[in-house]
């Protein structure tokens, strides 16, 4: 035998070994002396998360809030934690990690114009023209001055907080590794006092993926509806924005997909993709190459502005946690991406169990269409959660969906959205709560739950501090939540279903300023941070002819 043919047996070999090829046969057969075990699951050690530029406002007070669980918070594990589960994770790493979020490059194509200094947000709706369209120049990002991290987190447990003022931070590309990473989250919150676009703003940061989707976005005269997009490897990722209204796909004109450079962020006005004026848009983002982080920024002419996160995946029942007890406004806004049409059952769960909105009681949803409800002001005083299911047995068409929420009087009025909410799973977290300023809603769309609710140690100092409840079945249980003891700062809330069915949950920041009640909702869906990691073992007979 030649001696390369030897030196290629052993490498085959060696690789062999160290990856673990498994060998699998029919159980019961003479080379399988053992069935197949079910997958252990390990924590991820590596997450990615992406915040959006904030604001263009020269007012704007942004504060960053990043967030790991302590490893005692998982239920039903090895206490390990979560990370996004759209290819920012994976099951590797070392035993010591870091979790830093750092400016992201800048697009000079892309590049927003500075909002006026008169201390109000006069919103230019000039401002991102050309980008939804390749610019000569544009897939060369410039690199960020600073390179330092904006926000470093040092520990599970323990929230970490930085601030940045005025409409010039940029986009935060965010990587967490080791014990850092597992159920890693990060809160942006934005106050803007006075403009047009003036409000409170908040958003998670969100994992890298490859489809999105964003039921309730508008192009009409009053609204100015931003997609940012973030992209957080080193290769170019080019996005398409597909648009949807009421009579089917609205026609835009971008064609060649958008280019979001290596480690920048794009924000495109949807305005500038369409002359038409459309009041209940979905938008689809979905990238030909690459990955990106999406959410859009809606500014409302009147009713301030506020973050839409992307609404669950699409699923034939959607669940939309948490309206605040004091509603004015409730506008739903549903879509049918498949090919089939969707007829839906609304119903409401209270506090006091599940009711059918006198009046609003069933929705069609034709496939490729938007299909709204305005609800009014149906939570009458009591918080509530939306619930929209197949009103026939043998309907399984999947659908998006997506809340506006509008809250205070005349003059005085604010929004926010709440889209679609996928389970709370095993464990969810959210940061940036504040004492007196936080409400946390919990609905059991099926059978009663039992959850576990930790708020942390404070940004500046506090005792961690756990709860449990019970949430019955096909209720809404809304509450002020547990603070840390001695609480100094902000702090993060961590849920955790124990026992029952699934439960959905949201988190409503508010936090009041001169009358307007500003206010802002996030979902708290699975950090699914952990993944099955199938066993394996070592199998030379692979190399046998």
Not at 163 to 191: E, F, H, N, V
């Amino acid at each position: 035998m030649k001696r390369t043919t030897i030196s290629l047996l052993a490498t085959t070999a060696a690789l062999a070994v160290i990856t673990g090829v498994a060998s699998v046969a029919a159980p019961g057969g003479e080379d399988s002396p053992t069935a197949a075990k079910t997958p252990a699951r390990l924590p991820v050690e590596r997450s990615s998360l992406l915040c959006p530029a904030p604001s263009t406002s020269e007012i704007a007070e942004t504060e960053y809030t990043s967030f790991t669980p302590a490893t005692g918070n998982r239920a039903g594990s090895d206490g390990s934690g979560g990370s996004d589960a759209s290819g920012g994770s994976d099951a590797s790493g070392g035993a010591s990690g870091t979790a830093e979020l750092r400016p992201s490059a800048s697009d000079p194509a892309a590049e927003p114009r500075k909002a006026p200094t008169d201390k109000t947000e006069k919103t230019d709706k000039t401002e991102r023209a050309g980008a939804g369209k390749p610019a000569a120049g544009r897939g060369t990002a410039r690199k960020p001055e600073a390179e330092k991290p904006v926000v470093s987190l040092k520990e599970p447990g323990t929230p970490a907080t930085a601030k940045a003022s005025g409409g010039d931070a940029p986009a935060l590309i965010g990587t967490a590794t080791g014990p850092l990473a597992p159920g890693w989250t990060a809160q942006q919150t934005t106050t803007v006092t006075a403009g047009e676009a003036r409000g409170l703003l908040g958003t998670t940061c969100t994992g890298p993926d490859t489809d999105f989707w964003f039921p309730g976005a508008s192009t009409a005269k009053e609204r100015q509806d931003y997609v940012h997009l973030t992209n957080p490897d080193d290769t170019p990722a080019v996005v398409d924005i597909e648009l949807y209204g009421r009579t089917g796909p609205v026609k835009t004109t971008l064609t060649d997909g958008i280019p979001v450079p290596a480690g920048a962020s794009v924000p495109v006005l949807l305005s500038t993709l369409t002359s038409e004026a459309v009041w209940d848009l979905a938008v689809h983002v979905s990238t030909r190459s690459g990955r990106v982080g999406a959410v859009l920024r809606a500014a409302e002419d009147g009713t301030g502005s506020d973050w839409l996160a992307a609404s669950a995946a699409p699923a034939p029942t959607a669940v939309l946690p948490g309206i605040p007890a004091d509603a004015v406004s409730v506008r739903l806004v549903a879509f049918a991406p498949g090919d089939d049409d969707a007829d839906l059952k609304v119903q409401l769960a209270t506090p006091g169990g599940t009711i059918v909105p006198a009046g609003y009681e069933t929705l069609r949803v034709k496939s490729g269409m938007t299909a709204s409800l305005d609800l009014k002001d149906l939570t009458k005083g009591e918080a509530g959660s939306l619930i929209l299911s197949p009103s026939r047995a043998a309907g399984r068409t999947p659908v998006v969906a997506a809340l506006r929420v509008v809250r205070g009087k005349g003059a005085k009025q604010e929004v926010a959205f709440i889209p679609a909410a996928a389970p709370v799973g095993e464990r969810a977290s959210v940061a940036d709560n504040r004492a007196g300023g936080s409400t946390l809603a919990l609905i059991a769309p099926g059978a009663t739950a039992q959850v576990r609710v930790t708020a942390s140690a404070g940004t500046g100092g506090g005792t961690p501090v756990v709860k449990k409840y019970t949430v019955k079945a096909g209720t809404t249980l809304a509450l002020t939540p547990p603070a840390p003891d001695g609480l100094r700062g902000s702090y993060a809330l961590t849920v955790e279903t124990e026992s029952g069915g699934p439960v959905h949950a949201s988190r409503m920041l508010s936090l009041p300023k001169d009358g307007i009640a500003m206010f802002t909702v996030q979902t708290l869906p699975d950090d699914r941070g952990t993944v099955s990691v199938p066993k394996a073992e070592a199998d030379l007979s692979v190399l046998d002819d």
